[in-house]
């Protein structure tokens, strides 16, 4: 009788036990949920590090400056460097500029939406690049149905212009959109040299996980990209990301007897032709929370320690910059990147040599780069066509008559080059995408 009675006491104190575990851990949960609901209002609790799941996909807002903060607080600043914790000095920030209704006056559930459904873009902008960088940012805005927020890093010099211009730009044309303007910065060691590897600040792109530590996802472009359909559609590509991709880019070259990296690279590449990396899609949170596995140390290292021994080590043995750097830590780490079709970066090696690019031939163009200086010289026509045309259209004009037709007669002046006979590529997903934006215009008149 006396073993059944410990028993029967030891199942109590069982009972009692699980049941003061089971409180704690509710107590534990609706702690963490009212300390999420803090950050998601953006108000300070105590914490600088990043909130955000590293196989979280969803974009996050949280960090970005508000409305009402103005740019009194921003030092404005050269840009050549910054410290060595891998942030924008404390006096320094983005001009920020919003070109729609501010977040104070939208109610937590509009906000929340909000959250959910922009796409973040960013480009880097030195020198003469104004004029394209705008371009690229227009055909954004009149193809895109879901709201953008563009980071434009760009020198000092060129931020008046960015603002003026994009602030002349009617709220009615195309999807709401935001825009905050960074300084061009590089760590202080080798600052020089990041500066002016392959391009000017066109390394900047591989501190932007560094720097906007608050983004969760981000879409890089060079300057010399036009969207030929809305941004939102490449933007769900994130969707298709296992749980080890962290990137997204195109290969460099479809056709390996024509390839760059495989015939002259000095170093490690990615896959059989390389990778080109402008156009990049990145879970920014999984690359800052990656340990990459490279041929320096048989230790992996974060994105922050890899950069500058990648350099280092390469500096003399790469032709093309941070494309290079960014296709041996891929070669390294080939199960991070997941790889999309050509016609998500279309660029003149698709055609010089003859149609090269299968998925462009059944579904058309999505994305048009320019490279090789093709927008501003007479090499291809048919580029610096579609280029003109998205640059001379102005905003409220009906994108059938004044933008689609008239390319459509330019392009047939460029069949005398291989580019300009697959022409009808280009404006094929263009097509579609003026279809579908004028329905929408007419559905919000009704």
């Keep these: 009788m006396r073993c059944y009675l410990h028993a029967f006491l030891l199942c109590v104190i069982f009972i009692f036990l699980s049941l003061l575990y089971a409180f704690n851990q509710l107590a534990s949960t609706l702690e963490d949920g009212g300390e999420r609901r803090v950050r998601e209002r953006g108000l300070p609790d105590g914490s600088g590090r990043d909130s955000a799941h ?4 969803r974009p996050g807002l949280a960090g970005l400056p508000h409305g009402e903060e103005g740019v009194d607080r921003c030092k404005s600043q050269s840009g050549s460097y910054w410290n060595p914790y891998w942030r924008l000095p404390a006096d320094v920030c983005g001009v920020n500029s919003f070109l729609e209704s501010s977040f ?16 973040h873009l960013a480009v880097v902008a030195c020198g003469p690049r104004l004029e394209e960088t705008l371009t690229m940012l227009k055909s954004a805005v009149l193809f895109s149905k879901k709201p953008l927020h563009f980071y434009i890093f760009a020198e000092d010099e060129l931020h008046k212009s960015f603002t003026n211009a994009l602030k002349l730009w009617p709220r009615s044309a195309g999807t709401n959109f935001n825009f ?42 060079d300057t010399d990209i036009i969207f030929l359909q809305p941004v939102e559609d490449i933007w769900a590509l994130l969707s298709l990301f296992n749980s080890s991709h962290l990137a997204a880019m195109a290969p460099e070259h479809e056709e390996p007897r024509i390839g760059w990296y495989n015939r002259f690279a000095r170093h490690p590449y990615y896959g059989k032709t390389g990778i080109n990396s402008g156009v990049m899609l990145m879970n920014m949170t999984r690359l800052r929370g990656k340990f990459f596995k490279n041929d320096m140390t048989t230790v992996a290292l974060r994105w922050e320690e890899i950069l500058i021994p990648l350099l280092q080590k390469y500096k003399l043995n790469i032709t093309w910059g941070d494309q290079d750097l960014l296709n041996i830590i891929f070669s390294h780490n080939p199960e991070s990147l997941y790889v999309f079709p050509c016609q998500w970066n279309y660029r003149p090696d698709h055609c010089i040599y003859g149609s090269n690019c299968q998925p462009a031939e059944v579904e058309g163009v999505f994305i048009l780069h320019g490279n090789r200086g093709v927008y501003h010289d007479d090499k291809q026509p048919a580029f610096r066509a579609v280029y003109d045309a998205i640059r001379k259209y102005q905003f409220g004009q009906n994108l059938e008559t004044s933008l689609l037709q008239p390319l459509e007669v330019l392009l047939q002046a460029t069949t005398h080059t291989y580019c300009g006979r697959a022409s009808h590529l280009f404006t094929k997903r263009l097509k579609q995408t003026i279809r579908s934006v004028q329905q929408d215009a007419r559905k919000r008149r009704w």
Excluded: G, M
């Design 180 to 221: 905050t303007i960074y300084p061009i910065t590089f760590p202080k060691e080798n600052a020089k040299e990041w500066k002016k590897l392959f391009k000017p600040c066109a390394s900047q792109r591989l501190f932007l996980p560094l720097i906007l530590k608050d983004v969760d996802s981000l879409l890089y472009v």
């Design 104 to 119: 104070s006056e939208r109610s937590d559930s509009d906000v929340q939406e909000l959250r959910d459904e922009r796409s």
């Design 54 to 57: 590293p196989l979280r996909k």
